[in-house]
């Protein structure tokens, strides 16, 4: 029978913390050997006169008896005065690998990898590699699925097995089933999620424990890392845009505050999601604002602006994105006979409504539609473009966009922008600097706007180089995903 022990050590020497975190042995008679080991290696380290570099821990392994397997030391790292110098190992609960969040945040974690930290994804619905994804997409799932095949948590499968009566059973009168009443609501759900948990747990002390849980949006998924939370005892995090937590309704603000309390530290995209947050009565001292980035080097121009009349769109054709707004005022400048072509570049469920407002407005000579282009073919798309539009606007139930990323991508590339004052977007596009800004809803103001960068090819040139400064200095990911990884810090040291 295999037996974990878990050890939780505290060493004060010459103004060095030492903390062992989850030293995990998969048998009680190895754990004298090997702790005898790791505390020899730290004592020589703690009063040697040279102790004022960056020193990690090194992993000891060893073999059970009679098995391949190997088991060892986890998470341990050394603290000199406050600073923690070992990796974070970050565990981000997904609803499966390419969903629940934009591919955005997996640039983030790509970024986390390089700066040399320990991230996992744990889906919550795995989908086998090489399957064909059941939910479209506007990206690529099958690439991000093979990008993060070996950061998924091994035997992540146990998760979506059916859980049995004795599991209901046992979890009825748990504590947190009964201090998270109406978290979710559904009490079924709620059993659910308890027995997600406790799976969960199970794979944590085969594989060793994370130091933070990490969501990236909000729903029943960040319902369900607070009870993992709860369960492990390991603080989260929540990342949140627009769309996902701005929708309204009672019960969904009621969700959003408990997970905000509940939460170590509560992280936003932009100011404006900040005062709607403090508004709703979060905590302002658990906010924070990291800005989405993007590769600033992998989105650069490599030839000259060109005023080739393209009008550009990238992203998903849902309604929150206000295409039809664009089509109308496609039809606007065809009244002025000035040569144009829109390109709307993406999918979803919008797209043929689109297509058949098109033909009504008699513009479909016009329209593009390009549908799904893969990562590697947009720069080229963004570079052979003269202006790019994105007419977000606010619905009644309060979906609505945070910072566009493709927004982000075109003034990267150094394209003049034309948008609307709707969420974050006027503090990433000032009106009249690096752009223009219109009313949410107003297909003339929208063609004006438009109509004047296509005959003002010097002044859109001037917007485009402002708006890459701008890219460069508030948005690049490497620096952004550093601010990040500070609150991770921050939180596991708590």
């Given at each position: 029978m295999r037996v974990a022990v878990i050890f939780k050590v505290r060493y004060i020497f010459a103004h060095i913390k030492i903390h062992f975190r989850?030293?995990?042995?998969?048998?009680?008679?190895?754990?004298?050997?090997?702790?005898?080991?790791?505390?020899?290696?730290?004592?020589?380290?703690?009063?040697?006169?040279?102790?004022?570099?960056?020193?990690?821990?090194?992993?000891?392994?060893?073999?059970?008896?009679?098995?391949?397997?190997?088991?060892?030391?986890?998470?341990?790292?050394?603290?000199?005065?406050?600073?923690?110098?070992?990796?974070?190992?970050?565990?981000?609960?997904?609803?499966?690998?390419?969903?629940?969040?934009?591919?955005?945040?997996?640039?983030?974690?790509?970024?986390?990898?390089?700066?040399?930290?320990?991230?996992?994804?744990?889906?919550?619905?795995?989908?086998?590699?090489?399957?064909?994804s059941r939910i479209t997409q506007t990206y690529d799932h099958q690439k991000l699925l093979k990008d993060f095949k070996h950061f998924i948590i091994p035997n992540?499968?146990?998760?979506?097995?059916?859980?049995?009566?004795?599991?209901?059973?046992?979890?009825?009168?748990?504590?947190?089933?009964?201090?998270?009443?109406?978290?979710?609501?559904?009490?079924?759900?709620?059993?659910?999620?308890?027995?997600?948990?406790?799976?969960?747990?199970e794979l944590y002390k085969l594989?060793?424990?994370?130091?933070?849980?990490?969501?990236?949006?909000?729903?029943?998924?960040?319902?369900?890392?607070?009870?993992?939370?709860?369960?492990?005892k390991v603080p989260y995090t929540i990342m949140l845009h627009s769309s996902d937590f701005m929708m309204k309704g009672k019960r969904r603000a009621r969700y959003l505050k408990k997970v905000c309390q509940e939460a170590a530290a509560v992280i936003?995209?932009?100011?404006?999601?900040?005062?709607?947050?403090?508004?709703?009565?979060?905590?302002?001292?658990?906010?924070?604002?990291?800005?989405?980035?993007?590769?600033?080097?992998?989105?650069k121009r490599k030839s000259n602006y060109k005023a080739d009349n393209i009008i550009l769109y990238v992203g998903r054709l849902v309604r929150f994105k206000g295409l039809e707004y664009l089509l109308h005022a496609a039809k606007i400048l065809d009244q002025y006979n000035i040569k144009f072509k829109v390109m709307l570049v993406g999918e979803g469920p919008l797209e043929n409504e689109l297509k058949d407002l098109a033909a009504r407005l008699n513009v479909q000579h016009l329209i593009e539609f390009k549908g799904f282009i893969s990562d590697d073919e947009l720069p080229s798309i963004y570079e052979n473009s003269q202006i790019f539009v994105h007419p977000s606007v606010e619905l009644s139930d309060g979906r609505r966009d945070g910072i566009p990323v493709s927004l982000m991508e075109a003034m990267s590339m150094e394209l003049p922008v034309v948008s609307t004052y709707c969420s974050g977007i006027p503090e990433l596009v000032e009106d009249g600097w690096n752009g223009i800004l219109v009313r949410q809803r107003d297909p003339l103001q929208l063609a004006e706007a438009i109509r004047y960068l296509l005959e003002n090819p010097s002044v859109a040139r001037e917007y485009g180089k402002r708006g890459r400064e701008k890219i460069v200095r508030e948005h690049d990911i490497k620096k952004n995903t550093k601010k990040l990884l500070d609150i991770f810090k921050e939180v596991s040291s708590k």
């Open positions: 989850d030293l995990e042995c998969a048998r009680l008679k190895q754990s004298p050997r090997l702790i005898f080991i790791f505390l020899s290696y730290i004592a020589r380290k703690a009063i040697s006169k040279h102790c004022n570099a960056v020193e990690t821990i090194p992993r000891f392994i060893c073999r059970e008896p009679g098995s391949k397997r190997r088991v060892g030391l986890t998470h341990c790292h050394v603290r000199l005065r406050h600073i923690y110098y070992a990796p974070i190992n970050i565990n981000v609960i997904i609803d499966y690998v390419g969903a629940g969040t934009s591919p955005l945040a997996y640039a983030e974690y790509k970024s986390l990898i390089e700066f040399g930290e320990t991230i996992r994804l744990i889906p919550l619905v795995h989908l086998p590699f090489g399957k064909k992540i499968e146990t998760l979506e097995s059916s859980p049995n009566i004795w599991e209901f059973y046992k979890h009825v009168f748990d504590g947190s089933f009964i201090r998270l009443m109406n978290y979710p609501r559904n009490p079924v759900t709620r059993l659910r999620m308890l027995v997600t948990a406790e799976k969960l747990n594989y060793g424990f994370p130091n933070v849980l990490h969501v990236g949006m909000f729903g029943e998924t960040a319902l369900l890392t607070m009870i993992i939370s709860r369960k492990i936003t995209i932009s100011n404006f999601n900040k005062g709607y947050l403090t508004a709703l009565g979060v905590d302002h001292e658990k906010l924070h604002v990291v800005k989405a980035g993007i590769d600033v080097e992998r989105f």
